[in-house]
């Protein structure tokens, strides 16, 4: 029973309630970071670090955290996780860490992540909000490397830096720039929307049917 | 009105029918493009019927794809994404791959029409949104210009069309530069009469002015336009350039020339006038065309780019929602304010 109630948290984040395709949150790393496979992955883990650590913590004091001043506890919190991953990525992949640039420490920023602290992780036990922290997170870093992952293959012929087509490979410049990020999120959030309007549809039929058969 | 039928008809109001609907004011359009389709195929030759064919084909696959399974016979048999298939390969090169044309008019369809709600409900134009969509993503094979055929008669092919899907195109040592661009960066106008008659470097569709014009006033006899848009492009132009022409005639393209060079025929009388994406209102359209004149003429001469007509269209297409709320006639009888 407790174990299910874990998995339904874990298992939310990743697919119904996933942060970017049934919630839009985190628009702003999501359109910004998503140039590259490497890039989106490496910015999905250093959300998902922040994530998890900062539900955590904030769920272990959510006894001792006054109602009056929570945002600024949780700021303070997300901000405190934020400068470990910075420091991170910078000694150990500095490249990528230059071409995310100010996009690390706008992590705080991310509405996702304050945005579990307030409706979750201040609420819940411990166990349930790191559960719920880890699917969100892992849903982001999905989201984050399927757009990363078009937009590099399109616009460079690559993934992950391996050229998939040869030399010859003719590059959808537009992928690289901006408006391929808006262009490519629209497309996936269309399929995304789309599949769960047809299994509306196919789970109605079948509720229909066992009326019927009544 | 038929008065064959015996029985007692019943009708309920309008009992006055117009007979333009959409198909035929399609096909009228697709009916004016003829001669200037014609004569792209007689200067690029296979090439011309290959890319034209690539388009359609896309913008057709685009619609057929995503309209409804019941109303795809509907959707199709207007003829519209033909003529959006058409007129994106009358603004193509005639050296760009084929896939890439084929491409343009999926994006053209599924993005500029498709996903709006479908033929009526668009705010930019489809063919223009499928070129700019081409043009951002491969920018040198789209300003690839290749010189008409000279000597190889019709058979002949651009080495460029045959590249195989996602895959480079060959840059040959035959291309060569627009008038636009000559003029733009070389200061070398070309003689009026190559202009009008097609004997230029261009896109597909662009290299025949008179063409272009014959086919306009074929639309307006037919009431299938608005004079109103055309005429305020092409005369905005013309007194734009004339007021340049005084402070520097050597520096800045004659009015003539501005005219009949590059695509603001083919743009001003069959794409601006898109009944769907321009202002209903008369009042509306002159300032949608004086819009488009003047910011055709500030890209040209002033913008990084050498022709603006498509980047010019596509923002007063952007424009016309709030033309159009700011035109509204008066309604009779009430004051002067007709919210």
């Known amino acids: 029973m407790k174990n299910n109630q874990s998995y339904e948290e874990f298992i939310k984040g990743v697919w119904r309630d996933n942060p970017v395709f049934a919630q839009v949150l985190g628009m702003c790393p999501m359109l910004a970071v998503t140039n590259s496979a490497v890039n989106a992955v490496a910015m999905g883990m250093a959300t998902f670090f922040v994530l998890v650590g900062s539900s955590f913590l904030v769920s272990s004091f959510r006894n001792w955290i006054p109602k009056q001043v929570r945002i600024s506890c949780f700021i303070i919190i997300i901000a405190t996780f934020v400068t470990i991953a910075d420091y991170t990525l910078l000694a150990l992949v500095p490249k990528v860490h230059k071409e995310l640039g100010a996009f690390i420490p706008l992590i705080v920023a991310n509405c996702l992540i304050l945005g579990r602290q307030e409706a979750f992780a201040s609420r819940y036990p411990t166990r349930l909000a790191v559960m719920d922290a880890v699917g969100m997170a892992t849903g982001f870093l999905l989201a984050l490397f399927s757009l990363g992952a078009v937009r590099e293959i399109l616009g460079d012929g690559a993934l992950f830096g391996v050229k998939l087509f040869g030399a010859n490979f003719e590059p959808w410049v537009i992928m690289i720039l901006p408006p391929g990020g808006f262009l490519t999120l629209g497309v996936i959030l269309l399929f995304f929307n ?13 509720a229909e049917a066992e009326r019927s058969g009544h | 009105m038929k008065q064959r039928d015996p029985d007692l008809l019943l009708f309920h109001a309008p009992l006055l029918r117009q007979g333009m609907t959409t198909p035929k004011a399609m096909r009228d359009v697709l009916l004016a493009l003829a001669p200037a389709t014609l004569a792209s195929m007689w200067f690029f030759g296979l090439s011309a019927v290959l890319i034209l064919a690539s388009c359609i084909g896309g913008a057709v696959a685009a619609e057929w794809l995503f309209a409804d399974r019941q109303a795809r016979g509907e959707s199709l048999r207007d003829a519209s994404c033909v003529l959006t298939g058409l007129l994106l390969g009358l603004t193509l090169p005639p050296g760009l791959p084929l896939w890439m044309a084929f491409l343009g008019g999926f994006i053209g369809i599924a993005l500029g029409k498709v996903i709006w709600g479908g033929l009526g409900q668009n705010l930019f ?7 700019a969509f081409l043009l951002a993503t491969f920018p040198i094979a789209m300003t690839t210009w290749v010189p008409a055929v000279t000597d190889g008669g019709f058979l002949q092919v ?9 895959m480079q195109v060959q840059i040959d040592a035959m291309s060569s530069a627009t008038p636009l661009g000559l003029m733009k960066f070389e200061q070398e106008v070309t003689p009026l009469t190559n202009l009008m008659f097609g004997k230029t470097t261009g896109s597909l569709g662009e290299t025949s002015g008179l063409l272009l014009l014959l086919g306009g006033v074929f639309l307006w006899l037919r009431r299938d336009l608005d004079w109103r848009i055309p005429v305020s492009i092409l005369v905005t132009v013309v007194v734009f350039s004339a007021i340049l022409g005084l402070f520097d005639a050597d520096r800045f393209p004659s009015p003539l020339f501005s005219v009949f060079s590059g695509g603001l025929l083919l743009g001003a009388i069959y794409m601006a006038t898109d009944p769907v994406t321009s ?7 002159w300032i949608f065309g ?42 009779f009888g009430r004051g002067g304010d007709s919210q």
């Open chain 2, 125 to 131: 134009n489809p063919a223009l949104l499928g070129r």
């Open chain 2, 158 to 166: 651009y080495p460029g069309n045959l590249a195989l899907p996602f």
């Open chain 2, 290 to 331: 004086i819009g488009t004149g003047v910011l055709v003429m500030l890209i040209r001469v002033f913008g990084g780019l050498p022709e603006g007509v498509m980047y010019a269209i596509l923002l007063m297409n952007a424009a016309t929602p709030l033309i159009d709320r700011y035109t509204q006639p008066r309604v």
């Open chain 2, 279 to 285: 202002p209903v209102t008369p009042k509306g359209a």
């Open chain 1, 194 to 206: 789309w599949f769960k309007f047809k299994k509306d549809e196919f789970l109605e039929d079948v």
